[in-house]
């Protein structure tokens, strides 16, 4: 009970924050990060342990915006090579370029490095990971970046909602190793939208 209050209160200052957007979107963002802060609060899903958990008290995000929800158009590499991604604790995994993705944000013009994991768990088989940092990145946001999973397109025009930005497990367990966002994946603007620390 304690949790569904929270979720309810949330809901209604979310409501009130985000007042003029489309009602249909604005649900389809609160179910996301209702859907979240359940898992987080979960003591058999969430990234914390035991103790870290008994002082949770939710996911902190930006106002919903829809200006960050942005239509990119997808230019697809063939055939690139597996390389290893830096890792967090230096660690690496096997990942290849999928291509890269361009966008209009704010009236500027963007480029971002979509990844693709050589190893996947079966739920995420059909996905490709954006990771990025912006101005935020360490401020408002965790240092190590912040994740975008996107579908496969089965088109080269592609739905990238920064809105739905969060940020990666080892920000709150050293347990997990986490992609560390590529150079080239560094926007020089401000991102304020999703997860926020």
Known sequence: MKFINKILAGSILF??????????????????????NHTFFNPQTTPFDTI?????TGLKYF???ANYKVTAT????????????????????PYKQ??????????????????EAVVK???YKNYLLIC??????????????????????????VDIDFNLAYHPYCLYNSNYTCPIPPKENKLNCRI?????L
């Open 15 to 36: 409501l009130i924050a985000c007042n003029g957007i489309d009602q249909a979107y604005l649900d389809s963002i609160l179910s996301h990060r209702n859907s979240t």
């Open 192 to 196: 304020e939208a999703g997860e926020k």
């Open 74 to 93: 997808l230019t697809k590499y063939a055939a690139m090579p597996d390389f290893n991604l830096p890792h967090s604790h230096n660690a690496t995994k």
């Open 98 to 115: 999928y291509g890269k993705i361009t966008f209009n944000l704010n009236g500027n013009s963007y480029e971002l490095t979509v990844l």
């Open 52 to 56: 870290k958990l008994k002082s949770f």
């Open 63 to 65: 106002e919903v915006n």
């Open 121 to 123: 768990k079966e739920e």
């Open 132 to 157: 990025f940092t912006d101005l935020t990145t360490g401020v408002e946001t965790y240092a190590g970046g912040r994740y975008l999973d996107i579908e496969i397109p089965k088109t080269n025009l």
